[in-house]
């Protein structure tokens, strides 16, 4: 598939539900309102559009949310679309996780195809981790990191770079990373729905984020590439492998490979835009062959690159969706 500025997209992102178990500052607010169980796509609907864009090309799938594992049926979702990792039908099925139900899901993940995960983690400190995340305790979540190293599953630490918050937590992140074994990657904030916070107190450069590194160690680029946009950094000789994803400060769309399917079924061309298309309401109405018409009109949507910059500087509005229902 490629889209109209001739950008292979080959890289599906699933939002499977809106629904997490933490409330993280800058991802919703502390009341959030969650969608009716009508409006979410069943699994038959989530596996039946998974495959038909693995028809078309797609080669990597991510499943996220929301916390994708608070899903009742995720289980179900997690075996059929690792049928296609299997079959040789899909290169690779990952998943975005807060951890907190890893030490549950370990073992499910690790037969079913799931060899590689990312989990969101913002300090290793508890009392910090409680108040980024409404409450939550990091203590389940290394616990779950460990199940999932136990199986064998590859784990990346996603850590969101929070001005005046978590700087001071990097270096110690980065050696829990090295000590077991985990890449770690520093994620800039994103202004995407009200969470309640003013976008630029919290918005701090990733290349400025990473100073406590680049001050005591030597950080240099690397040809490491995943199916994401982040890129990658050496840090040595520390011998941590860091990525960075810069929305904001240094643009990655020219190499955009990626369509998402939100929760409630709608495909998003980007995360910084409005344009979608409405795959639930034609699946239901029209049937799972409406699919292919709609993929069509989706990659002529797709635009060339973001608007978070112009949405943080106050020159666009920030957009109403909440990364839970996108999926980051």
């Known amino acids: 598939m490629l889209d109209g500025f001739g950008r292979k997209i080959d890289y599906l992102r699933i939002s499977v539900t809106d629904r997490c178990n933490f409330r993280c500052q800058y991802c919703m607010s502390e009341n959030m309102t969650f969608m009716p169980k009508s409006e979410l796509l069943t699994l038959e609907e989530i596996t039946l559009i998974a495959e038909r864009f ?25 075996q059929r679309l690792g049928r296609k990792v299997k079959s040789g039908e899909l290169e690779e099925l990952t998943l975005t996780t807060n951890g907190s139900l890893l030490s549950e899901y370990a073992d499910h993940l690790a037969i079913h195809n799931v060899h590689r995960i990312n989990v969101s983690m913002d ?94 160690y030597s950080v240099n680029p690397i040809t490491h590439q995943s199916a994401g946009p982040a890129r990658y950094l050496a ?30 079924g709608k495909i998003f061309m980007c995360l910084g835009h409005n344009a979608h298309v409405d795959l639930r309401a034609a699946v239901r109405n029209e049937g799972i062959e ?39």
């Open 290 to 328: 409406a699919v292919d018409r709609l993929l069509q009109k989706a990659l002529k949507l797709k635009p060339l690159r973001h608007d978070f910059n112009a949405q943080l500087d106050g020159s666009a509005d920030i957009l109403e969706r909440h990364m839970n229902v996108t999926g980051g």
């Open 235 to 264: 840090v040595e000789p520390l011998g941590l492998r860091l990525g960075l994803i810069t929305p904001l400060s240094n643009n990655f769309c020219d190499n955009c490979n990626r369509l998402r399917l939100t929760t409630d």
């Open 123 to 216: 300090t290793l400190d508890p009392e910090k981790f409680a108040e980024i995340t409404r409450g939550a305790k990091v203590e389940q979540v290394l616990a779950g990191i460990s199940a999932a190293r136990q199986v064998g599953i590859r784990v990346k630490i996603n850590m969101v770079a929070l001005r005046d918050f978590n700087q001071d937590d990097l270096l110690p992140m980065a050696e829990y990373c090295v000590k077991h074994g985990h890449d770690l990657t520093v994620i800039e904030t994103m202004p995407l729905g009200d969470v309640g916070a003013d976008r630029k107190l919290e918005h701090i450069p990733a290349e400025k984020f990473i100073a406590p590194l680049t001050d005591r």
């Open 54 to 78: 693995i028809g078309h090309g797609v080669k990597k799938i991510r499943l996220t949310g929301g916390e994708p594992l608070v899903r009742r049926d995720m289980s179900d979702v997690i």
